[in-house]
């Protein structure tokens, strides 16, 4: 008995609340009024192809056909300096580097050192500079130091909770479906049934409280179709979570996928798969800044990927799996409008066929944790990711 009442209790608290209509979503108990997303780039993004460093005197003989046009020419990079530049893909996010509202890191790399998707995947999710070290997520173990507070603060948008959020603090999710409504009478009836019992009446009374989270803060888009496939579901599911976020009750953590990354063959440049998944995330990002309101200034969104891409591409005018990419950071929170990176040049690749990691991206996650959600730096070194204290925060990058 005591195994299905908690397989009953897990079907209303999860999927099973979707499957009769309520959006798996609920109140935040956080106490801030600070927001996080994190956008996981599944699939290892190019960043020389989405932060492409024209300014280094090696890049169009390094990138062959697959470099950009020039700032100028038609379809051509967007400058942020003397070195680095946008993709023309990325010019709906173009703005927010002018406002001081973005940041971006370039030779950057988690620990890991080899180039499995699954293995990349893991390292950047768990925290860790191991694959498969812990089973729990950098950002669950960052709410749990809020202690009871954090209580449904975090949510997971789209079907399934990624590994970046799991772990002992409870976290929501939330997905679109055509699926109706419970009816009112049904659920008070429901309710009523399970009144006095522990699990039941908690799961339906959270389902009752999210389904009006849910209907005053996307209205008639809580029945949105299912989202398109690859990078254009971040585009759509981003400004629907950026509403969420915003609501006073809503949550304040959310972690988002984009995928389409894996870009082995028609990788293109101005065209191709990988111009397509640009401009997927930036209208994305641009929707959500849209949708947030006057939150934004609240929030820092950060886009990070398992792994960079080879800097020469091969033969199937794509490129393969390599190691140091790019990272960008969000947020009207941010004191931004800059590029930051040791920059190792491409005349000195590692192992003679990747950019070189100089930076652990960990290091930005750290600084927004330490900076925005205030959490001490001995916590961030020992709890949330253990055994980094090597690894310091970024001075500097958010607003006083």
Same mark, same amino acid.
């Given at each position: 008995?005591?195994?299905?009442?908690?397989?009953?209790?897990?079907?209303?608290?999860?999927?099973?609340?979707?499957?009769?209509?309520?959006?798996?979503?609920?109140?935040?108990?956080?106490?801030?009024?600070?927001?996080?997303?994190?956008?996981?780039?599944?699939?290892?993004?190019?960043?020389?192809?989405?932060?492409?460093?024209?300014?280094?005197?090696?890049?169009?003989?390094?990138?062959?056909? =697959?470099?950009?046009?020039?700032?100028?020419?038609?379809?051509?990079?967007?400058?942020? #300096?003397?070195?680095?530049?946008?993709?023309?893909?990325?010019?709906?996010?173009?703005?927010?580097?002018?406002?001081?509202?973005?940041?971006?890191?370039?030779?950057?790399?988690?620990?890991?050192?080899?180039?499995?998707?699954?293995?990349?995947?893991?390292?950047?999710?768990?925290?860790?500079?191991?694959?498969?070290?812990?089973?729990?997520?950098?950002?669950?173990?960052?709410?749990?130091?809020?202690?009871?507070?954090?209580?449904?603060?975090?949510?997971?948008?789209?079907?399934?909770?990624? =590994?970046?959020?799991?772990?002992?603090?409870?976290?929501?999710?939330?997905?679109?479906?055509?699926?109706?409504?419970?009816?009112?009478?049904?659920?008070?009836?429901?309710?009523?049934?399970?009144?006095?019992?522990?699990?039941?009446?908690?799961?339906?009374?959270?389902?009752?409280?999210?389904?009006?989270?849910?209907?005053?803060?996307?209205?008639?888009?809580?029945?949105?179709?299912?989202?398109?496939?690859?990078?254009?579901?971040?585009?759509?599911?981003?400004?629907?979570?950026?509403?969420?976020?915003?609501?006073?009750?809503?949550?304040?953590?959310?972690?988002?996928?984009? =995928?389409?990354?894996?870009?082995?063959?028609?990788?293109?440049?101005?065209?191709?798969?990988?111009? #397509?998944?640009?401009?997927?995330?930036?209208?994305?990002?641009?929707?959500?800044?849209?949708?947030?309101?006057?939150?934004?200034?609240?929030?820092?969104?950060?886009?990070?990927?398992?792994?960079?891409?080879?800097?020469?591409?091969?033969?199937?005018?794509?490129?393969?799996?390599?190691?140091?990419?790019?990272?960008?950071?969000?947020?009207?929170?941010?004191?931004?409008?800059?590029?930051?990176?040791?920059?190792?040049?491409? #005349?000195?690749?590692?192992?003679?066929?990747?950019?070189?990691?100089?930076?652990?991206?960990?290091?930005?996650?750290?600084?927004?944790?330490?900076?925005?959600?205030e959490i001490p730096e001995r916590d961030l070194d020992r709890t949330v990711f253990p055994e980094s204290v090597g690894t310091k925060p970024v001075d500097g =990058?958010?607003?006083?």
């Open positions: 008995m005591s195994s299905r009442r908690d397989f009953l209790v897990g079907a209303i608290a999860g999927a099973g609340v979707a499957a009769i209509g309520l959006p798996r979503i609920a109140f935040a108990r956080v106490p801030t009024e600070k927001r996080l997303v994190f956008v996981v780039l599944r699939g290892a993004m190019d960043g020389l192809a989405a932060l492409p460093p024209y300014g280094d005197p090696h890049y169009r003989e390094v990138r062959g056909y =697959l470099a950009l046009p020039e700032p100028g020419e038609e379809g051509g990079m967007i400058p942020l #300096d003397r070195r680095f530049a946008l993709n023309a893909a990325l010019a709906p996010i173009a703005p927010l580097f002018k406002d001081g509202d973005a940041i971006a890191f370039h030779a950057v790399a988690t620990p890991y050192r080899d180039r499995s998707h699954f293995d990349g995947q893991d390292v950047l999710e768990n925290g860790t500079a191991t694959p498969y070290e812990r089973r729990d997520g950098w950002l669950n173990r960052a709410l749990e130091l809020y202690g009871a507070g954090a209580q449904h603060a975090g949510l997971a948008v789209g079907n399934g909770v990624p =590994l970046t959020l799991r772990g002992p603090v409870p976290v929501a999710s939330w997905a679109p479906t055509r699926l109706p409504g419970l009816a009112p009478d049904l659920l008070a009836a429901l309710r009523a049934s399970y009144r006095g019992d522990p699990h039941f009446e908690m799961a339906l009374d959270e389902g009752a409280q999210s389904e009006a989270l849910a209907e005053i803060a996307l209205g008639d888009e809580r029945a949105m179709a299912p989202p398109g496939p690859g990078a254009n579901a971040f585009a759509e599911l981003a400004p629907a979570a950026g509403k969420l976020l915003a609501a006073a009750d809503g949550p304040r953590v959310a972690v988002i996928e984009c =995928l389409g990354w894996d870009t082995h063959q028609g990788q293109g440049t101005v065209k191709g798969r990988m111009a #397509d998944t640009l401009w997927a995330l930036a209208r994305g990002i641009a929707g959500m800044k849209q949708s947030l309101g006057p939150a934004w200034r609240e929030t820092v969104v950060m886009a990070a990927t398992e792994f960079g891409r080879t800097a020469r591409p091969n033969g199937t005018d794509g490129t393969d799996h390599g190691t140091a990419t790019a990272a960008f950071l969000f947020g009207g929170a941010l004191a931004g409008g800059r590029v930051i990176a040791d920059w190792p040049g491409l #005349d000195r690749l590692y192992q003679d066929r990747d950019l070189a990691p100089t930076r652990d991206v960990r290091a930005a996650t750290k600084t927004v944790l330490r900076d925005h959600f =990058l958010m607003r006083p």
